[in-house]
């Protein structure tokens, strides 16, 4: 009778021991993959995630070459920060469009001042100049193969009148509608880097040159014929319209040749390659902004790399149109008749017969967001927490969103004329919902997403702000 305990004792220790080896190993498993999370099996992302931060799934990306800039690019670089080829003499490329900000506004003015004594202003914050060197030409609907000629705008524009809008999700980037991308500026009027250096240096409210012959005059006073004369020849010396072309040549240059335009070295381009780790509030931030019920952020700005590898750029290059409330501080708008309507107008005019583009601007990217002042095309907002409030509230709390008239009712979408509001986007996350509905996001979900904003800044620059 004495045995059995003593049997019974061993039993159990044998089991212990067999049940401390079980949970060593699987420690010791674990611990491997947490150490090398790109090595677990996809049933453990998640887990992978919330405990270290890291991408499961790491990748390579395919950025541009870094590489000494040519002697046009150089000489691009010198005509983009000189300030004499404005007509006031104080204004250069470099002045709304501050490399310290990502080639962004260098403050929070909602458009920047110009003009011949710096007193003008124009109707828009200039978008930012990074991460443009992809950007395809302005078209509507599917992208056209590359030895394709697209047909004209207004064809294709009138066939887009009887199609039905596309909802746009996270992850989903096929539209079955005939919709506006690509092109530059926020209402894509020009689709080179070369035509889109033209406009700033004869815009009234801007560089306000009179014409391409005084801007030929002020580049040949500053020695820039000489400096060109090695690359394009003695003709050039004399013919002011030549000058003037491949000055704008040189500024194009220095845009896709200068690694600052486009670095690519965002702690999210890290964690993509798997060389950093996203903390707890980025990393929430991370799937809301990629979540289709939710923020939906990545269905506009879209969050993956391309199949070969291209570094995501963090926006479709689409059009929409979101109803911004109307910004007080932009001197235009105190005409109450005045409305800036981004693809029908004012100042894009080739396709403004096409009315069901009317209030669309240009969706622009999200890299270096939090280092902006300013806001969407009219430069309504200042910060992040802002935009995203509008785009929480919106739909749900019209009333902390828009103003109100004299008997009190909200002048709902009041930066776009009435027949115009079918225009505005109500069919995509987080706009299809109704007023009093629950907030798309709370606060605590808001302050996730904008961390994860901050991960998609340049390494190097200005410091950004929260």
Not at 8 to 27: N, T
Not at 217 to 233: C, H, I, V, W
Not at 306 to 313: N, V
Request: hydrophobic letters at 35%; glycine letters at 8%; proline letters at 9%.
């Amino acid at each position: 009778m004495s045995a059995a305990p003593g049997r019974s004792a061993r039993i159990w220790r044998r089991l212990a021991l067999a049940g401390g080896v079980a949970i060593l190993a699987l420690g010791g498993v674990g611990g491997f993959f947490l150490a090398f999370p790109e090595r677990a099996p996809a049933s453990l992302d998640r887990t992978i995630e919330d405990i270290t931060g890291a991408n499961p799934h790491p990748v390579k990306l395919l950025r541009p070459p870094a590489e000494p800039l040519s002697l046009l690019a150089t000489i691009g670089e010198k005509i983009f920060n000189d300030p004499t080829l404005s007509a006031s003499g104080r204004q250069s490329c470099a002045s709304c469009h501050s490399p310290d900000h990502a080639y962004g506004p260098p403050d929070g003015r909602s458009v920047q001042p110009g003009g011949p004594d710096m007193t003008s202003e124009g109707v828009r914050p200039p978008p930012s100049l990074a991460y443009l060197y992809r950007q395809d030409i302005f078209s509507i609907g599917p992208v056209a193969a590359e030895n394709d000629a697209p047909p004209p705008l207004d064809q294709v524009a009138a066939q887009a009148q009887t199609t039905a809008r596309a909802t746009k999700s996270a992850g989903s980037n096929t539209l079955a509608s005939l919709v506006p991308r690509g092109g530059l500026f926020w209402d894509g009027r020009e689709d080179t880097l070369m035509s889109q250096a033209n406009g700033p240096m004869m815009n009234p409210a801007e560089m306000a040159n009179k014409d391409k012959y005084e801007i030929a005059r002020k580049l040949t006073s500053a020695g820039y014929d000489k400096l060109l004369q090695p690359l394009f020849g003695d003709t050039m010396l004399h013919n002011p319209e030549m000058l003037f072309t491949e000055a704008m040549s040189a500024l194009s240059r220095y845009q896709i040749e200068a690694q600052s335009f486009h670095r690519f070295n965002s702690k999210y381009d890290l964690w993509l390659e798997g060389k950093a780790r996203l903390s707890h509030a980025e990393m929430r931030g991370l799937r809301l902004f990629n979540d289709p019920d939710r923020a939906n952020c990545a269905g506009c700005h879209l969050s993956q790399p391309t199949s070969d590898g291209l570094p995501p750029l963090f926006t479709d290059t689409e059009y929409e149109a979101l109803g911004v409330p109307r910004n007080p501080a932009i001197r235009a708008n105190r005409d109450p008749h005045f409305f800036d309507m981004g693809l029908c107008g004012p100042l894009r005019t080739d396709i403004a017969r096409q009315t069901q583009y009317c209030g669309m601007f240009l969706t622009p990217t999200l890299r270096n967001s939090a280092k902006r002042g300013v806001y969407f095309h009219n430069g309504r907002y200042h910060t992040l927490k802002q935009v995203m409030n509008f785009y929480n509230l919106r739909e749900v709390d019209p009333g902390s969103i828009y103003p109100r008239d004299a008997a009190g009712k909200i002048i709902k979408y009041d930066d776009l004329p009435t027949r115009y509001h079918a225009n505005i986007d109500v069919a995509d996350a987080p706009f299809d919902r109704k007023a009093g509905d629950k907030h798309p996001m709370s606060e605590a979900e808001i302050a996730d997403i904008i961390a994860f904003l901050h991960t998609l800044d340049d390494a190097n620059g200005a410091p950004a702000k929260r």
